[in-house]
């Protein structure tokens, strides 16, 4: 079974900064993409970042020049640099590893979330 754990959320002034990290566990043989969502209140879910195994990245435009999505293939980790954070990043934000292939199969699996709150 593959776990999730995310860390870095909390609450930030607007103009700030946070980093967000997430680490896969598990008998994980391979990953593909790795990524942030976000779902604010009375919204959808929605792509925050991605990268693939092999760098690839792919950003929402409202994140884009001020997140920064970088992984460790070795570790299975996913990190996410937020700078110039906006009221309007207010969200609880998944870590997502796509395509998981284990043991048992592949498929892809979520962290429980993390808050990211910004104040004006």
């Known amino acids: 079974q593959v776990h999730l754990v995310e860390s870095g959320g909390g609450l930030v002034q607007a103009g700030g900064s946070l980093r967000l990290s997430c680490a896969a566990s598990g008998r994980i043989f391979s990953v593909n993409a790795m990524g942030w969502y976000r779902r604010a209140p009375g919204k959808q879910r929605e792509l925050v970042a991605e990268?693939?195994?092999?760098?690839?990245?792919n950003y929402a435009d409202s994140v884009k020049g001020r997140f920064t999505i970088s992984r460790d293939n070795a570790k299975n980790t996913v990190a996410l640099q937020m700078n110039r954070l906006k009221p309007e990043d207010t969200a609880v934000y998944y870590c997502?590893?796509?395509?998981?292939?284990?043991?048992?199969?592949?498929?892809?699996?979520w962290g429980q979330g993390t808050q990211v709150t910004v104040s004006s």
């Open positions: 997502v590893s796509k395509t998981v292939l284990t043991s048992t199969g592949i498929a892809d699996y």
């Open positions: 990268i693939t195994s092999g760098g690839s990245t």
